[in-house]
């Protein structure tokens, strides 16, 4: 039985079957902006608070691990707290001592260009009163806004 008898047309297709065969594929899209009622029962812990700093580095991405140059912008947010509106609980060895340290993100380069999630829609100044919905982060020990929208500028600082 001939089944490659032209050789372009055999490696085509032990390439194509080779792609089927290595496994899933992950299609990755932006992430849809949460409800409030989401926002409310995904969050482990609810604040209020004045942004007290806003620092940011860019590092290689730990989101985006298809080849390629990928690089995200992350943010760490001091806040000074005003209200507590959901607390965690004690296992996550939460203390309130000084300002509470945040971690948000925004993807910076994508080479080759590729959907997912492009990070935390609102990234705070120094100075802005906002209401922040956070999960705690676990691999990074830190606390982090819900994607993507778990940050909520309520007054821009003047």
């Known amino acids: 039985m001939k089944l490659f008898t032209d050789p372009i047309k055999g490696s085509l297709t032990i390439l ?13 899209a932006a992430i849809a902006p949460l ?13 209020t608070g004045r942004v007290v700093t806003v620092e ?4 290689k991405s730990k989101i985006e691990r298809a080849l390629g140059i990928h690089r995200d912008r992350i943010y760490g ?13 004690l296992e996550q060895g939460f203390e309130l001592k ?21 990070g935390h829609e609102s990234i705070p100044k120094k100075g802005d009163l906002i ?16 994607l993507p929208n778990g940050i909520e500028i309520t007054k821009k600082a003047k």
Request: hydrophobic share 40%.
């Open 16 to 28: 194509l079957c080779g792609v089927f065969f290595m496994g899933e594929i992950q299609l990755l």
């Open 35 to 47: 409800s409030q009622k989401q926002l409310d029962e995904q969050s482990e812990f609810i604040v």
């Open 56 to 59: 940011s580095k860019v590092q």
């Open 77 to 89: 947010i001091k806040l000074e707290l005003i209200s507590l509106h959901k607390k965690p609980t």
């Open 98 to 118: 000084g300002p509470l340290a945040i971690k948000a993100w925004r993807p910076v380069t994508r080479i080759p260009p590729l959907p997912g999630p492009q």
């Open 131 to 146: 209401k922040m919905y956070l999960k705690w982060n676990k691999n990074g020990a830190h606390w982090e806004p819900l």
